[in-house]
């Protein structure tokens, strides 16, 4: 029976992840050995496998670390999102001692929002509220007038700069640390399932051993039968030598089923059972009956640029190409505003007026040029203007050293990328030839057990016919039973092939 098994490993990720929040919502030390169930039945694969992945620190440990980036992708959406804050400024209070109790107040609030993109938008509006009586700089007491005053709005915008690509680029990294985080849970699924099929047919490969071992010791045995046959003595060499090998047969025997037995249990444990088996247990009853006939994955049917090596390097590139895109030498951003009875614009009367205020910035290499104007509303008007200029020679230098690093940076990741393409057709190849030779096993296999069970049933009706020894029909059945076992372990590699064919890929 053939069963296609689609998206199995992503069910079983999800069954993980509930059941491990269960566990850590646990707040109360446990004993490691509780959550651990006695049986002495076989427990199915599936349950086994669920065990065995529930039980797996790493497991846990990257579920917690994808909550933990999912927090970050969300903090990081919030700082490269609308944003406005509030601000008192400067609150003063001054006390009088002029007899009247009269208490002088001011505050300087200020409001502040921006909108992250490309323009890199801000917004401000500050001032100054007094109340009571206050006195100006040259002993004058302010007019009420002067209640609210120095109210100013600004708009600021870039017109070439770099600050709103690289807010994108924070958002696409706290992104992909998310992707990243959901893929390396799900490859580390599918690597314990391996490493659960993996054991599991180390298991069967102990049983295949024994079986082995107990063909020669049918073998040897019929041999024995046949010297005490031919009347040799006890005490020849020829019947203590018959006798030795199979006497040594029996102890290897024993051997090889404690060590077995020692093995199920450790293998049991790890998936969260205590197995109670002893070694004259039929070990034929341990050979599961439940692994299903996958339909086997062709690497060539997933797109190369899914291939985990080549999206890593293409998009290791991508980042690194905006990365150096933000990186701008020239820069540009203007500001305009409006200011309400402005300290920088008073008449002879010393009365304040509103100002047009303009603002330019602009950095070139080591060169930074700064440049404001005040243009107060008033008649004849005094335009005030500040001008600032800046040099760093330095810089020009490590610009021009930079940019050949970013060229050098460049041809590194184009060759990580064409690396990734070649490494994939390699392990095509590779992965070809490992799925002809298991599926060349598999015809062989089925033909091998038609073949021994047809033979078994044969030397069954032999033996009870009186026609040939227990010995030669037991030789017989080990045969069958061996078939059995090596068509299990091919079941085996084929699941332990699709995982590492899912690994290979991301989604």
């Not at 933990?68 to 209070?93: H, P």
């Not at 030598?241 to 049991?268: C, P, Q, W």
């Amino acid at each position: 029976m053939k069963i296609v098994i689609k998206k199995n490993v992503l069910a079983i990720a999800a069954i993980f992840l509930f059941a491990s929040f269960l566990i850590f919502a646990e707040d109360q030390p446990q004993n490691p050995f509780s959550e651990i169930k006695s049986t002495s039945e076989i427990i199915p694969t599936a349950q086994l496998l669920a065990g065995y992945l529930e039980r797996d620190s790493d497991l846990k440990k990257l579920a917690i670390s994808l909550q933990q980036e999912e927090l970050s992708g969300a903090i990081t959406r919030l700082d490269s999102g609308f944003d406005i804050s509030l601000s008192t400024g400067d609150m003063t209070f001054k006390f009088n001692n002029d007899g009247n109790g009269a208490t002088a107040f001011s505050v300087n609030p200020k409001v502040e929002a921006s909108l992250p993109g490309r323009l890199n938008l801000k917004t401000s509006v500050s001032g100054k509220v007094a109340a009571g009586t206050q006195e100006n700089d040259d002993d004058e007491k302010n007019s009420d007038d002067d209640v609210v005053s120095n109210i100013s709005l600004k708009l600021s915008v870039d017109i070439i700069s770099s600050s709103g690509l690289k807010k994108e680029i924070n958002l696409l990294k706290a992104e992909r640390s998310i992707i990243e985080a959901e893929r390396s849970l799900k490859t580390k699924v599918l690597d314990k399932e391996n490493s659960f099929y993996t054991d599991y047919k180390k298991l069967l490969s102990s049983i295949s051993s024994i079986i082995a071992k107990e063909k020669t010791y049918y073998d040897d045995k019929i041999d024995f039968e046949k010297i005490k046959a031919q009347g040799y003595t006890k005490t020849s060499s020829t019947y203590r030598r018959a006798e030795m090998n199979v006497l040594s047969d029996e102890h290897e025997i024993e051997v090889k089923k404690r060590t077995l037995v020692n093995d199920y249990r450790i293998f049991y444990i790890k998936c969260g059972y205590r197995l109670t088996i002893d070694g004259e247990s039929d070990f034929m009853k341990l050979v599961p009956s439940d692994i299903v006939e996958v339909e086997a994955l062709n690497i060539h049917d997933y797109d190369p640029k899914n291939y985990s090596s080549t999206e890593a390097a293409e998009w290791k590139n991508k980042i690194n190409t905006m990365t150096r895109e933000s990186n701008k030498n020239f820069s540009l951003s203007a500001s305009g505003g409006y200011t309400f009875k402005s300290d920088r614009a008073k008449d002879t009367a010393g009365n304040k007026h509103d100002t047009v205020d303009v603002g330019l910035d602009a950095s070139y290499g080591g060169i930074t040029l700064s440049a404001e104007t005040n243009i107060p509303i008033m008649n004849n008007p005094s335009p005030s203007l500040t001008f600032s200029i800046g040099v760093t020679p330095n810089t020009f230098k490590k610009n021009k050293l930079e940019k050949q690093k970013e060229d050098l940076s460049v041809q590194q990741e184009k060759l990580d990328i064409s690396s990734a393409r070649r490494d994939l057709g390699t392990k095509a190849q590779e992965k070809d030839l490992q799925l002809a030779d298991i599926q060349w096993e598999r015809t062989k296999n089925n033909e091998n057990l038609a073949l021994y069970e047809s033979l078994e049933n044969d030397m069954l009706k032999w033996y009870q016919q009186g026609v040939i020894t227990e010995s030669e029909y037991l030789s017989a059945k080990v045969n069958r039973q061996q078939a059995s076992v090596t068509k299990i372990i091919n079941l085996i590699d084929m699941i332990v092939y699709n995982c590492e064919i899912k690994t290979m890929f991301v989604e």
